[in-house]
């Protein structure tokens, strides 16, 4: 008897018929679903790779041609994904149950696959980042206790959504998304913005001394002490970490690889120590403006440098661009080959369906994509990447769902937004329903007026 799994692999390769030269999902499936010689099969490699399919199939299917934002999108991706873990057990179990078997090879093989998500995103509008997955890869090493051993190993998978910025161009990459466009300074504009600041506060400085307004020379002069202090800043941090992000674009734009940028880092003394700045001295604070490839490019060198870190082949940080079922289906490209994907929309040979890529991130043997590293250094790990991504979604996979659970609780996700599995009541909402005029798409979210920019002098 053909299992469900399979059967439902075979509708997929219907739907979205293999690429030349790939395998079929049929095929990939019916490997997954076959006992090994330890007489083990890998069912929860099947179980993954079906919720990831056809997860992205349903969702782009669903979304039509109405162009729906990247946070609602993201929102839809990880509740198909609850739901198609969920189906996907339940399938087995009934195969199992018509079969009428109870071989010992199986005896607890079928993990228990939690998927968890924390959903509350108002900063994800400004930042512009979406989700991470977390991936246990040591579930059967995990006790029961807090205690994290050392060599627990965790796998961190980061997307950046992205809808084709021009109608009708679904093959081509939008990079050039500029975080505080509007209320930060670029670069490229800081020396002369800050000199017709310094020499504004200079001129009412002098008209409060002619007016005799002591207390009002006094608060302009520390507001020009203030910007003082600004260019200090932008000259000794965040324009040399700009100069260093630009010599790792060119490194890349020539076909380098993660090891190879690791290495011109650490023999470039100047660039090592700019490169991964963060906080209030790094360019990816007010008051400046800067690319959102920065912020995720310098997130990558972060995960790279981490000691004993496995950089896979196939990178650990995604563009996945969203594209309306008509214009074909969702792709994906890792961020090493996204600046020189360009609008080169020829170019295929760099691109990867979506669905294949979040398959292997969500997979705890595929070590294809996705950084793997100590347990232990999850936490820092996570903490630099908020540092840099606001507002970033996570959701986590493990056979266990307390283990889910507690990946969840070391990236920072408060407790009340974890949500439980299927079978559990779900909480009280912690955030409104989306608003038709907010923004952020968040109904909580606060508003910005013109008249309160987040750049003050």
Request: aromatic residues 8%.
């Amino acid at each position: 008897m053909q299992h469900s799994l399979s059967a439902l692999a075979a509708a997929y390769d219907r739907s979205v018929p293999p690429s030349p030269g790939r395998p079929s999902f049929k095929l990939l499936m019916s490997k997954w679903l076959q006992r090994d010689r330890s007489g083990t099969n890998k069912l929860g490699e099947a179980v993954c790779r079906y919720a990831a399919y056809f997860s992205v199939l349903t969702q782009a299917c669903q979304l039509g041609d109405h162009g729906v934002l990247e946070e609602p999108q993201t929102d839809a991706l990880y509740g198909l994904l609850a739901s198609t873990f969920w189906h996907a057990r339940a399938l087995d179990d009934a195969y199992w149950a018509c079969l009428r078997k109870k071989d010992k090879w199986r005896s607890g093989a079928m993990p228990g696959r939690r998927y968890w998500l924390h959903q509350r995103k108002p900063e994800e509008a400004k930042s512009g980042f979406d989700f991470g997955i977390i991936t246990s890869c040591d579930d059967d090493r995990v006790k029961d206790d807090d205690r994290v051993k050392d060599d627990d190993r965790v796998k961190v998978t980061l997307f950046q959504a992205k809808r084709p910025a021009e109608a009708g161009r679904p093959l081509k990459l939008s990079l050039d998304h500029m975080v505080r466009q509007t209320n930060g300074i670029s670069m490229h504009d800081f020396k002369e913005r800050w000199g017709q600041l310094s020499a504004a506060a200079g001129k009412k400085i002098k008209q409060a001394n002619m007016r005799g307004d002591v207390q009002r020379a006094g608060a302009l002069e520390a507001q020009r002490q203030n910007l003082e202090r600004l260019y200090t800043q932008w000259e000794t941090y965040a324009l040399p970490q700009s100069k260093a992000i630009s010599e790792i674009y060119k490194l890349l734009d020539k076909g380098k690889t993660a090891k190879e940028v690791l290495k011109a880092i650490k023999d470039d003394a100047q660039i090592a120590a700019h490169i991964t700045l963060t906080g209030r001295n790094s360019l990816f604070t007010r008051p400046y403006s800067y690319l959102q490839y920065d912020a995720f490019l310098v997130t990558a060198i972060r995960g790279w440098r981490i000691r004993n870190a496995v950089i896979p082949s196939n990178g650990w940080c995604h563009y996945a661009q969203w594209v309306n079922r008509s214009e074909g289906e969702p792709w994906s490209v890792p961020l090493e080959h996204a600046s020189t994907l360009g609008d080169n929309e020829q170019d295929g040979g760099k691109r990867q369906r979506f669905a294949e890529v979040l398959g292997a991130s969500l997979s705890s043997e595929d070590q294809t994509v996705g950084l793997t590293i100590n347990q232990s250094d999850l936490r820092d790990l996570a903490g630099a990447i908020m540092s840099n991504l606001p507002g970033l979604v996570w959701g986590a996979v493990a056979d266990k769902p307390d283990t889910a659970r507690k990946l969840l609780l070391q990236c920072g996700v408060p407790e009340k937004e974890i949500v439980p599995h299927i079978g559990q009541a779900y909480p009280m909402p912690v955030t409104p329903v989306q608003q038709p005029d907010s923004e952020l798409g968040n109904g909580d979210a606060p508003r910005r007026s013109p008249r309160s920019p987040d750049v003050k002098f």
